[in-house]
């Protein structure tokens, strides 16, 4: 691969990362960081020519490599046959012309990042859609580990992309209690339904012997993209309120964070064992320091110098805008990031404030 400007490591000695999901609001930056701490990066993607047409492709044309990829679903196996030993392992399959160049970028790769899927608070989406995104995101984690299945040299490190989702909502505990990575899965629909996505993630530890950790991001605060791009904008237009009883909990991040959390479990795999990446399994990708929604809601009238409506946004009417995500912004959980600040990450912004400040000030508004 090219080397990206002078004075860099050559592309021989660069540790290989492959990233799927990585042409989207949460993929580009961390694509990016990667490159300038000069990793060497391959995106899989669906659509080459659109890919290199992203930020990616115009800012760092030589430094990232794109690969046309089709997920397609791969049969399991039903019944073993009277002759096969469960002491022998079932031959490795041999990969299809298309599959090829895949194999030979996930060989001896360093890390295999999975980010697809979509954004759990950004455009309306129904039950039904996000069923059909759990089932696609299945169906990616089966292809991928297929691929994985046909290399000679494995990956050391698996992260897949997942939600605070995981934890369901407030149910009959106390609104302040918190959960972390050690909490148990909500047994609703959001938390049953992202425990199906990881347990199939981690299949890539239990078949294949690379250590997964499941990445549980939080609600991303980003101006392009995502509930703050959509809340600004209600609030520019002079609807800013707070959203049912406001006393629901509102696990930020800020996007430069979220792509330091991932950047730093990357190059803090270097120095691991395989046993002790397997000993972290999840991480979650959140502030240390969560808002409850009312606070959120006056600090985000504060930074857009808009109103704040004295009357709450009804569920009802959230759930005319947002779809099923709506049940799960209006009663989230205080989840706080245990895991990563024990392995030693340090935060850009610990402050809600400052991380509005960043994202809405004059200079970073282009």
């Known amino acids: 691969m090219d080397s990206v400007g002078e004075n860099q490591v050559s592309g021989k000695d660069k540790k290989k990362i492959v990233i799927l999901g990585g042409t989207g609001s949460i993929g580009i930056p961390i694509c990016l960081e990667l490159v300038k701490q000069k990793y060497s990066v391959i995106v899989f993607t669906r659509d080459v020519d659109a890919a290199a047409k992203t930020k990616l492709g115009t800012a760092s044309p030589s430094a990232i490599q794109f690969l046309k990829w089709t997920p397609r679903e791969i049969p399991k196996r039903t019944s073993t046959p009277l002759f096969f030993s469960r002491d022998i392992l079932p031959q490795v399959p041999t ?55 046909m290399c000679q040299a494995k990956p050391k490190l698996f992260l897949n992309a997942s939600s605070i989702g995981y934890y369901g909502k407030i149910g009959k505990e106390a609104i302040d209690v918190e959960v972390n990575e050690e909490s148990k899965h909500g047994c609703d629909f959001w938390g049953h339904g992202t425990e199906i996505i990881e347990a199939e993630s981690r299949t890539v530890t239990s078949k294949l012997g690379i250590p997964t950790i499941n990445m549980r991001i939080g609600v991303v605060l980003d101006k392009d993209s995502g509930i703050l791009k ?34 730093f479990v990357v190059k803090l795999a270097e120095n691991l064992s395989e046993e002790d990446l397997n000993n972290i399994g999840a991480i ?62 340090k935060y850009k912004f610990l402050s809600l404030q400052a991380a509005l400040k960043k994202e809405l000030s004059p200079s970073n508004i282009v």
């Open 95 to 149: 990969p299809e012309p298309s599959e090829v160049p895949l194999v030979e970028a996930l060989n001896n790769a360093f890390c295999v990042i999975n980010l697809t899927g979509r954004p759990l608070f950004g455009n309306r989406c129904t039950k039904t859609e996000l069923q059909q995104t759990r089932t696609i995101k299945i169906q990616i984690l089966h292809y991928l580990i297929h691929l994985l299945s």
């Open 230 to 263: 959509t809340q600004v904008a209600e609030f520019k237009r002079g609807n800013g309120a707070i959203l049912a009883t406001g006393k629901q909990w509102i696990p930020w991040i800020h996007i430069e964070d979220v792509t330091g959390i991932f950047v």
């Open 284 to 345: 979650n990708v959140t502030s240390p320091n969560p808002m409850q929604q009312d606070e959120f809601a006056k600090m985000l009238a504060e930074e857009t110098k808009s109103p704040l409506k004295r009357w709450h946004t009804p569920l009802w009417l959230l759930r005319l805008t947002m779809g099923k995500p709506a049940g799960l912004l209006t009663k989230t959980k205080k989840v706080v990031p245990s895991k990563v600040l024990s392995l030693g990450f």
